[in-house]
C-alpha cells in the first residue's frame, strides 16, 4: 500500500498554461487596479482639507498658529496627487502582443503599482499624518479640558498609522509575489 507522501510526490506535475487570453484578462486587471489606486490618491488632499476645515472651527483661537501646517500639509498633498499621477501614465496593452508582449505589460503593470505603494507613504500618508498631528495640537493648546477627552481618538490614530503599515507592507509583499511569479513564468516559457 502506497504511503499518502508517496502518491504525493508521484503525481505528475502540472504545468500553468497560461494563454493569451488569460494574460490580456490580467492585462486588464492590473491596469483597472492602477487607476483605482490612483483615484485612491485624490482622498489624501480631500481628507486633509477636511481635518483643517474642522480645526479652524473648532480651535479659532489658534487659527494663525495652525493655519501654516494645515498650509503645507494641503500643498504637500495636493503636490503628491500631481507627481503620483504624473509618474503613473498607464498604457494599455496593445492588441496585436504575443504571450511575451503581454507578460512585460503585466509586470511593467505590477512594478507600476508597487511604486505607487511605495510613494504613497511619501505622498499620502505624510501630509495627512501631519494635520492629524496639527490637530492634536491645537486640542492640547486649548486647554479646556480636551486633551484627556481625546485619548481615544489619539490612541486611533495612533492605531490607524500602526494598520497603515501593516496593510502597505502586505501590499507590497503581494505586489512583489505576483512580480516574481510572473517572471519564473516567464523565465520557464521562454525555455
Known amino acids: 500500500m502506497n504511503s499518502p507522501q508517496e502518491i504525493w510526490q508521484n503525481q505528475s506535475a502540472e504545468r500553468n498554461a497560461m494563454t493569451l487570453k488569460l494574460i490580456q484578462l490580467k492585462a486588464r486587471e492590473l491596469r483597472a487596479r492602477t487607476r483605482k ?6 482622498v489624501g488632499p480631500l481628507l486633509v482639507a477636511l481635518v483643517f476645515g474642522f480645526a479652524i472651527r473648532e480651535f479659532p483661537a489658534q487659527r494663525a498658529m495652525l493655519e501654516p ?16 499621477k504624473r509618474g503613473m501614465r498607464s498604457t494599455t496593452m496593445p492588441a496585436d502582443a504575443g504571450l511575451a508582449g503581454g507578460l ?5 503593470e505590477l512594478q507600476r503599482q508597487r511604486r505607487l505603494v511605495q510613494q504613497s507613504l511619501l505622498w499620502s500618508f505624510g ?3 501631519l494635520a492629524i498631528g496639527a490637530f492634536i495640537y491645537g486640542l492640547a493648546l486649548t486647554g479646556r479640558g480636551f486633551f484627556p477627552k481625546a485619548l481615544p481618538f489619539v490612541a486611533l490614530v495612533v492605531i490607524w498609522i500602526c494598520l497603515y503599515f501593516v496593510i502597505r507592507w502586505h501590499e507590497q509583499r503581494g505586489l512583489q509575489n505576483e512580480i516574481d511569479e510572473l517572471r519564473q513564468f516567464e523565465g520557464g516559457n521562454a525555455g
Open 37 to 42: 489606486k490612483l483615484l485612491g490618491m485624490v
Open 69 to 84: 501646517f494645515f498650509t503645507f500639509a494641503l500643498v504637500w498633498s495636493l503636490a503628491g496627487v500631481y507627481f503620483l
Open 104 to 108: 512585460q505589460f503585466c509586470l511593467g
Open 127 to 129: 501630509p495627512l499624518a
